[in-house]
């Protein structure tokens, strides 16, 4: 059984960074697939940043691109995500995610952290 447990949200001025980190705790499979997702307000849950170990692949969603770093410390079994120049609009819950399959953006995991408020100003 997987847990993830995220951490480092909070709030941030508009131009401003902030580190996410998800612990994984409990057996996945040798390649598996983790993301970040965030629920913004009157939105969908959107698909922000993954990796699928299996083909050391790395995605971003447009609205994050070039911003946002995600990154795998696989010996710590954590799971972060630099998040730089900050908008108000990324202002959201913010959940990371694992799966042994290769969902990508696509919110269809098995496991889900219970997810960390940024709030942007």
């Known amino acids: 059984h997987v847990q993830l447990v995220e951490s480092g949200g909070g709030s941030a001025q508009a131009g401003g960074s902030l580190r996410l980190s998800c612990v994984r705790s409990?057996?996945?499979?040798?390649?598996?697939?983790v993301g970040w997702f965030r629920k913004r307000p009157g939105k969908a849950r959107e698909g922000i940043a993954t990796i699928y170990t299996g083909g050391h692949r790395t995605m971003y969603a447009d609205s994050v691109k070039g911003r946002f770093t995600i990154s795998l410390d696989v010996d710590k079994n954590t799971l972060y995500l630099q998040m730089d120049n900050l908008r108000p609009t990324d202002t959201a819950m913010y959940y990371c995610s694992a799966d042994s399959r290769e969902w990508l953006l696509i919110p269809r995991y098995d496991w889900w952290g219970q997810g960390t408020q940024v709030t942007v100003s």
């Open positions: 409990g057996a996945i499979s040798d390649n598996y697939c």
